[in-house]
């Protein structure tokens, strides 16, 4: 893209999806058109042959500042910050607006583009994040925090001491080669850790103890050369004449490898030939509708969040104001005609109290301790009610991955009905869903070994799995912080293999937001120590005694449902 579009002016910015940019960058004598897609299903950044066109009807603060910022400005340079992290960084220099920095986060359960200032804050961004626990705030006027890597190995030898003795002990675990890779190293997803392996093992599925540190030094390190070389072979993976895969390297031991010119044009074919299938979707229209309805249901819920961060008093402000409130009744005498600001030395600290010349210091006092009263109701108020918005935003992330994995029409009803239930469709009216086909109950899996594993579809299938299909001593299984199905594995009163708990770690993982994602984190517990969150939506719990394991968001192999 630095060959293709830097230097480059660009001349129109459009939305051309609800998660979706189109920039128009003209270079001399050539105008190229650059996607930049931020759906979670696969967050891309590539040129097109074809003209972007708009996508979405109306005009947001997103765009509005991305054509003041944006259109007319020169690209001058795109980068990354790690390379090892799906994260890009677009710099614009507008002759007027001077240098603005449009920062791409191809990552997660929700990718995002934010516009930034050079000191860092944050203009807009295309979806608003606010700050969960001990997480990161994607807001306007907040300072741009970049997300936190993980803690891996570098992918090839970084200079740091021990760094062989540290893969060795990576590669010194039970398992499949490219898994334990996938874990430990940092910038590997599923495909390059299979591939990797094949080149280090000769094996897609090679065991990580067989594998030669030096072996899977140099693959890696050949791998990772067109990061610092540019000599790129991305090409196509096609089965039966059916393109199913891309990659920016050739890959082995898979179906035909098919080069293209660049990865741009290996994306535009894969993800034409993607669309086609998507058509056949027989539940599109209704799809569409039902996401709209989650959709609508959370920017009112954001909107109430966003208020309530507008009231809330700081830390101690009321406590602040009666102190003063106290002083300027205790030494209003002192106070003379004209006088804009009383002095306080208290011995601890000094204040400075602004004086209303429209009030006399005691009227002013009493309104002061109104105001303080005020602020202690709304720091008693707003603290809960924001649990309860909080708790609606997760139960809302839930039914948008219901409506993204549901396989029937009722399964989409069964969404609809939730947000009404939970009246977070104001204004609208509940229609009684039409029953062209009978409710799916939840989906059941048995492993190699014979074990039972029951995985809930969506948000009320959670509810029940939990709640009145487990025993206690059945383990429950869960994808850590994000929204996914709630997996039992029936223990029937014998220990479960590991292997079998990987398996449906691997199920939750699926089953979850995170699907397709290279690593996913996998909560384990006994049911015994799963109970209904206090004040929390459908199927929202809290865990205890926990353990994690990390497990790819693909598919198990061997995956058989048995009804």
């Not at 210091?361 to 105001?371: G, I, L, N, T, Y």
């Not at 383990?475 to 994000?482: K, N, V, Y």
Request: glycine share 8%; charged share 25%.
């Amino acid at each position: 893209l630095r060959k293709l579009l830097v230097p480059g002016r660009v001349q129109q910015v459009l939305l051309a999806g609800e998660h979706a940019l189109g920039l128009e960058v003209y270079t001399p004598g050539t105008r190229h058109q650059l996607l930049i897609v931020l759906a979670a299903d696969l967050a891309r950044m590539h040129a097109v042959t074809y003209k972007l066109r708009r996508g979405v009807e109306g005009e947001t603060p997103f765009l509005l500042l991305l054509r003041k910022y944006v259109r007319g400005a020169l690209l001058t340079a795109i980068d990354q910050f790690d390379a090892t992290e799906r994260v890009a960084h677009l710099h614009f220099e507008h002759a007027e607006h001077g240098h603005t920095l449009l920062i791409c986060e191809f990552i997660g359960r929700q990718p995002n583009a934010l516009l930034v200032r050079p000191e860092g804050r944050i203009l807009e961004c295309l979806h608003h994040v606010p700050a969960p626990e001990g997480g990161r705030a994607l807001m306007p006027g907040r300072l741009y925090m970049p997300p936190v890597p993980p803690a891996k190995l570098a992918p090839v030898d970084d200079g740091s001491d021990g760094y062989y003795a540290r893969l060795g002990s990576i590669l010194n675990v039970p398992g499949p080669l490219w898994k334990v890779l996938v874990a430990g190293v940092a910038g590997l997803g599923p495909t390059s850790a299979r591939e990797v392996a094949w080149r280090a093992a000769g094996a897609l599925d090679a065991p990580a103890r067989s594998a030669s540190v030096l072996a899977v030094a140099q693959a890696l390190q050949e791998l990772w050369a067109p990061v610092v070389t540019g000599e790129w072979q991305p090409g196509l993976i096609e089965a039966d004449g059916v393109v199913v895969a891309f990659a920016a390297c050739l890959l082995h031991g898979r179906s035909t490898f098919v080069a293209t010119p660049t990865l741009s044009a290996a994306l535009e074919r894969y993800t034409a030939a993607s669309a086609a299938t998507r058509r056949t979707d027989p539940y599109a229209g209704l799809r569409g509708q039902v996401r709209g309805q989650v959709r609508r249901a959370r920017a009112q819920v954001m909107r109430r969040l966003e208020a309530l961060a507008g009231d809330e008093p700081a830390l101690g402000e009321a406590d602040l104001l009666r102190a003063e409130a106290h002083w300027l009744l205790a030494l209003h005498h002192m106070i003379v005609p004209g006088q804009c600001t009383l002095h306080v030395d208290t011995g601890s600290e000094e204040l400075d109290i602004a004086l209303d010349s429209r009030y006399k210091p005691v009227e002013q006092a009493q309104r002061m301790f109104k105001r303080a009263a005020k602020l202690d109701r709304a720091a008693g108020v707003i603290p809960p009610r924001r649990a309860e918005l909080q708790a609606d935003l997760e139960l809302l992330e839930q039914l948008a991955l219901d409506v993204e994995q549901a396989d029937s029409q009722p399964e989409l009803a069964a969404v609809t009905a939730e947000l009404h239930a939970a009246e977070l469709l104001r204004g609208a009216t509940q229609r009684e869903p039409r029953r062209n086909a009978p409710a799916t109950g939840p989906l059941r899996y048995r492993t190699q070994r014979g074990v039972e594993i029951v995985v809930g579809r969506n948000a009320r299938q959670n509810e029940q799995v939990t709640f009145r299909l487990a025993q206690p001593d059945d383990l429950w299984l869960h994808a850590r912080g994000i929204p996914g199905a709630h997996v039992i594995v029936r223990g029937a009163g014998r220990t479960v293999s590991e292997e079998d708990v990987e398996f449906a770690a691997q199920l939750a993982a699926y089953r979850s937001a995170a699907r397709g994602e290279r690593r996913v984190d996998v909560i384990v517990t006994e049911r015994r120590w799963v109970s209904r969150a206090s004040g929390g939506r459908l199927g929202q719990v809290l865990v205890a005694h926990e353990r994690v394991i990390a497990v790819p968001g693909d598919a198990p192999a061997g995956l058989a449902d048995s009804g």
